[in-house]
T-cell receptor, first 114, second 112 residues
Framework: EAGVAQSPRYKIIEKRQSVAFWCNPISGHATLYWYQQILGQGPKLLIQFQNNGVVDDSQLPKDRFSAERLKGVDSTLKIQPAKLEDSAVYLC????????????FGPGTRLTVL | GQQLNQSPQSMFIQEGEDVSMNCTSS?????WLWYKQDPGEGPVLLIA?????ELTSNGRLTAQFGTTRKDSFLNISASIPSDVGIYFC????????????FGEGTQLTVNP
């Protein structure tokens, strides 16, 4: 079974530019999550989707971050405009929601904002 | 919001030694999960705990859900070089492991 796919793996941009990340969850997983992981810290939830609806976006900086999950499968996370403090790894995860399985994470996209 | 305090922040041990790390919270959690993250990869689930007092093993790993529901412990026995990585605890206020708060991680280094 294929895991969570993310692209690109690395991205370097200058501040005030825009960037987008893509995630393809494990087939059949209804719940999709985007996390931000700053170097030396644990992942922090940005947004959670259930199918194509938003369940929790309370920690998403909505003035610059946006995310969508069209058709309840793939998802994109966008930052516009980027700030220096947005430099981090952006992790996508998916789950069936079953207690015994937890969440499955993708490899992440490492963003560097110069 | 909820905050998880993980300790120690880092550990340097010799191959074959046992390792203990823990996670505490000011809030009660219904689920505790332990993840391991290798460089350049996403976290991978090691053990999930769903009941206060529960003790669960996965090979050389053993984890416990504290009786107060505010802490959890992870032990690794007879460490090997491939145990190197960052170990994260994560707590979930809900019972289905679907909304997690992560600790800051314990960086483990194993010297052969």
């Amino acid at each position: 079974e294929a895991g969570v796919a993310q692209s690109p793996r690395y991205k370097i941009i200058e501040k005030r530019q825009s960037v987008a990340f893509w995630c393809n969850p494990i087939s059949g997983h209804a719940t999709l999550y985007w996390y931000q992981q700053i170097l030396g810290q644990g992942p922090k939830l940005l947004i959670q989707f259930q199918n194509n609806g938003v369940v929790d976006d309370s920690q998403l900086p909505k003035d610059r971050f946006s995310a969508e999950r069209l058709k309840g499968v793939d998802s994109t996370l966008k930052i516009q405009p980027a700030k220096l403090e947005d430099s981090a790894v952006y992790l996508c995860a998916s789950s069936l929601g079953q207690p015994s399985e937890g969440q499955f994470f993708g490899p992440g996209t490492r963003l560097t904002v110069l | 919001g909820q905050q998880l305090n993980q300790s120690p922040q880092s550990m340097f041990i010799q191959e074959g030694e046992d390792v203990s790390m823990n996670c505490t919270s000011s809030s009660i959690f219904n689920t505790w999960l332990w993840y391991k993250q290798d460089p350049g990869e996403g976290p991978v689930l090691l053990i999930a705990l769903y009941k206060a007092g529960e003790l669960t093993s996965n090979g050389r790993l053993t984890a416990q859900f504290g009786t107060t529901r505010k802490d959890s412990f992870l032990n690794i026995s007879a460490s090997i070089p491939s145990d190197v990585g960052i170990y994260f605890c994560a707590g979930d206020l809900f019972s289905r492991g679907s909304r997690l708060t992560f600790g800051e991680g314990t960086q483990l280094t194993v010297n052969p």
